[in-house]
């Protein structure tokens, strides 16, 4: 079952399918529309899934208390908030939140925003079902730069609506404020399949700071997911090399020669061709703080330097 009318071209017929390439090339149809949105790189999809898959999330969203949910009653900060990590959800949530952190998707996000290298976020930190009862709000913000648990710079925000039926004067709509905090720029109203994804600067202001005046038993219920870069100051740290295989003291010539160390890095260079921490240490003979720590081997090391002072 191929519904072509979502924005995303998934394939429901065997669970959750989506072409890479294709997902990257809805990415960058819509990536002028996006990068080039005030008051930060923004974009606002409706009927972003099938609409199936949409309703499905929403008749499966938790209602019973799960063992991971957090509660936030912070007043401006977050008021009546509830939030559910997936895994603690049944197994259709938890195959769909899969996707959500698949090659496809993060195919059609990069091609959206320009940014290689997304990373999702396998804990889900901050994010999954997001619940705000009768009376809840969360103040304007800007949210976590740093994964402090994947060491990861935050990137990009998506947001998923999951609320049919929804009323203006419920006071739900997303807002998203000038950098300056001075103006408010745009206002979204939370209602079914529409979603809402942007870049996660410093100063990419939002929130819905008015309390709800939902009646009771009407929740403003959104899915939340958070993609994230590395820094490439890794090839400052580790030497960047291939995979090194080693011979048994029985293998045979053939087999020695071709495990022998000189395929074994692939380059002691990090970005621009600036030399390693690892590598320049090698060269002059000393060692790299936290050398022994990541397990820079002796071997490995007087292979290295001996490459490196005959380069």
């Known amino acids: 079952m191929l519904l072509m009318n979502a924005v995303l071209p998934i394939d429901l017929s065997s669970g959750i399918q989506l072409d890479p390439g294709e997902a990257r090339r809805v990415g960058e149809h819509l990536s002028a529309d996006y990068c080039f949105a005030e008051p930060f790189p923004h974009i606002v999809l409706d009927n972003f899934l099938p609409l199936p898959l949409a309703r499905e999330l ?89 994964n ?21 004067e419920y006071n739900g709509s997303l807002e998203l404020w000038s950098r300056d905090m001075k103006r408010k720029v745009r206002s979204v109203e939370p209602v079914l399949n529409r979603c809402v994804i942007f870049n996660t600067d410093a100063d990419s202001y939002h929130g819905h700071p008015d309390p709800l005046t939902t009646p009771d038993g009407v929740l403003r219920r959104s899915i939340a997911l958070y993609y994230y870069t590395a820094s490439k100051a890794v090839y400052e740290e ?19 020669r071709e495990a022998a160390p000189s395929g074994a890095v692939r380059s002691a260079v990090g970005p621009a061709g600036r030399p390693s921490l690892f590598a320049r240490d090698l060269a002059t003979g000393t060692k790299a703080e936290g050398a022994d720590r990541i397990g820079i081997g002796r071997p490995v090391e007087s292979s290295l330097r001996r490459r490196l002072l005959l380069a």
């Open 58 to 146: 929403r008749d499966r969203f938790p209602v019973e208390k799960l063992r991971s949910d957090v509660v936030f009653e912070a007043g401006y900060a977050g008021f009546h908030k509830r939030q559910i990590l997936p895994n603690d959800c049944d197994e259709f949530c938890r195959n769909t939140f899969a996707f959500f952190n698949s090659q496809p998707f993060l195919e059609f996000l990069e091609g959206l925003s320009t940014i290689d290298g997304l990373v999702p976020d396998p804990y889900f930190t901050g994010g999954g079902f997001h619940e705000i009862g009768p009376g809840g709000k969360l103040g304007i913000h800007a949210d976590f730069r740093i």
């Open 148 to 168: 402090n648990k994947l060491h990861l710079s935050r990137r990009m925000n998506v947001i998923i609506y999951l609320n049919e039926d929804w009323r203006e």
């Open 238 to 256: 580790i030497p960047n090399r291939s995979t090194m295989y080693a011979a048994r003291p029985n293998e045979d010539a053939v087999s020695r």
